[in-house]
């Protein structure tokens, strides 16, 4: 399998907060996606050090019940993470359903204990 990207996510119903802290810490949004499953707000903050270090959290604006903090992963092909997963007792925290925004597919899956991971493949041309 794959990965092109590992890094934190926090899934919240209050993103403006979330944001507001990281910025604070000197994170900066990079990229932003709306809309997604029609209610899904999604940022991507970027922070570099001053050794030229680059580190990555994406906060996810959804109406959950209480913040989700989840890991991020980039894959290459989004079936094959998604069954390695399964194969691990992680489910799907979408049932059967997987979101597709036309630029991606993604999914969180939860382990049996509980953690969560979402899985993303972008639509692009594979190298």
């Known amino acids: 399998m794959k990965i092109t990207n590992f890094s934190p996510l926090l899934v ?3 993103a403006a907060d979330a944001i507001a802290v990281f910025e604070a810490l000197g994170f900066k949004k990079c990229h932003t996606k709306s ?7 999604s940022v991507v903050m970027k922070y570099e050090s001053e050794d030229g270090k680059e580190f990555y959290m994406s906060i ?6 209480q913040d989700i903090p989840s890991i991020r992963m980039n894959i290459r092909d989004f079936e094959e993470a998604k069954k390695f ?6 489910t799907n925290t ?6 597709d ?8 899956m939860v382990a049996p204990s509980g ?5 993303s493949e972008h639509i692009k041309e594979h190298e």
């Open 60 to 65: 996810a604006e959804a109406p959950v019940p």
């Open 101 to 108: 925004t036309g630029s991606s597919v993604a999914t969180m």
């Open 35 to 41: 809309g997604i499953n029609g209610h899904v707000e």
């Open 85 to 90: 997963l399964e194969d691990k007792g992680f």
């Open 12 to 14: 919240t119903k209050d």
């Open 115 to 119: 953690y969560t991971i979402s899985i």
């Open 94 to 99: 979408q049932g059967g359903k997987v979101t």
